[in-house]
C-alpha cells in the first residue's frame, strides 16, 4: 500500500498562472477529500468525492478553484487564475466507507 | 460536528507516558471521538478512535469518561519522532455529518530528550 500520492511535492509559480494539484487516492478508497491548511485557518475541508462524484464544493474558496475526479485513481485540484493568497499547504485524503481517512503528504503551493 | 477543547501545547520527557486530553461536553450519543495527529511537514496521521469503551492499539490508548464528555489520548512511551500536533475530533459515523472531519487547532506535544 503506498498511501495517497501527491504532486508535485511543490509548486512555485506567479499570480495569474494556473496552478494543478495531482492525487492519486489509495485503492479500493471510494471517498476522496481536498483539504487545505494555512497557519491562519488551520486545516479546511474544500470539496469531496464519492464513487468520483462530486458531493460537497461548498468549501471552495470562489471560482478560480475547480477539482475534478476522472475515475477513481485520480484527481485534480486546479486554480485558474492563481492569486498570493492562495498559498497554502494542499492535501489530498480518501478513505473506504466510514473508515478512517488517509491524508496524502500535501503540495506546499507559493504564489509570488 | 460537536466543539472539542485542547490545550494549546504540552511538554513531555522521552520515555515517559504522553498524556493528552480533550474536552467535548457537547458531544451527542453517536458521535465518536477520533485523534489524529500531524507531524511537521507530513499530513495527518489516523491514531485511534473510541464510541464510550477505552480503545487501545500499538500506537496508543484512548480512555473516554463515563459521561463521554472529555477523553484522554495515552500514548505509552513517548519519542522524539511523538512531537507533533495532535487533534481530537468527534464526529458521527452516519448520516449525512460522516463524511465531514472538522479539524482544530490541535495540542502541540513536544517530546523533550
Known amino acids: 500500500d503506498a498511501g495517497v500520492i501527491q504532486s508535485p511535492r511543490h509548486e512555485v509559480t506567479e499570480m495569474g498562472q494556473e496552478v494543478t494539484l495531482r492525487c492519486k487516492p489509495i485503492?479500493?478508497?471510494?471517498?476522496l477529500f481536498w483539504y487545505r491548511q494555512t497557519m491562519m485557518r488551520g486545516l479546511e475541508l474544500l470539496i469531496y468525492f464519492n464513487n468520483n462524484v462530486p458531493i460537497d464544493d461548498s468549501g471552495m474558496p470562489e471560482d478560480r478553484f475547480s477539482a475534478k475526479m476522472p475515475n477513481a485513481s485520480f484527481s485534480t485540484l486546479k486554480i485558474q487564475p492563481s492569486e498570493p493568497r492562495d498559498s497554502a499547504v494542499y492535501f489530498c485524503?480518501?478513505?473506504?466507507?466510514?473508515?478512517?481517512?488517509?491524508f496524502g503528504n500535501g503540495t506546499r503551493l507559493t504564489v509570488t | 460536528d460537536a466543539k472539542t477543547t485542547q490545550p494549546t501545547s504540552m511538554d513531555c520527557a522521552e520515555g515517559r507516558a504522553a498524556n493528552l486530553p480533550c474536552n467535548h461536553s457537547?458531544?451527542?450519543?453517536?458521535?465518536?471521538v477520533y485523534w489524529y495527529r500531524q507531524i511537521h511537514s507530513q499530513g495527518p496521521q489516523y491514531i485511534i478512535h473510541g464510541l464510550k469503551n477505552n480503545e487501545t492499539n500499538e500506537m496508543a490508548s484512548l480512555i473516554i469518561t463515563e459521561d463521554r464528555k472529555s477523553s484522554t489520548l495515552i500514548l505509552p512511551h513517548a519519542t522524539l519522532r511523538d512531537t507533533a500536533v495532535y487533534y481530537c475530533i468527534v464526529r458521527a459515523n452516519s448520516g449525512g455529518s460522516n463524511y465531514k472531519l472538522t479539524f482544530g487547532k490541535g495540542t502541540l506535544l513536544t517530546v523533550n530528550p
Open positions: 485524503a480518501s478513505r473506504a466507507g466510514i473508515s478512517p481517512l488517509h
Open positions: 485503492s479500493g478508497h471510494d471517498y
Open positions: 457537547t458531544i451527542s450519543g453517536n458521535e465518536y
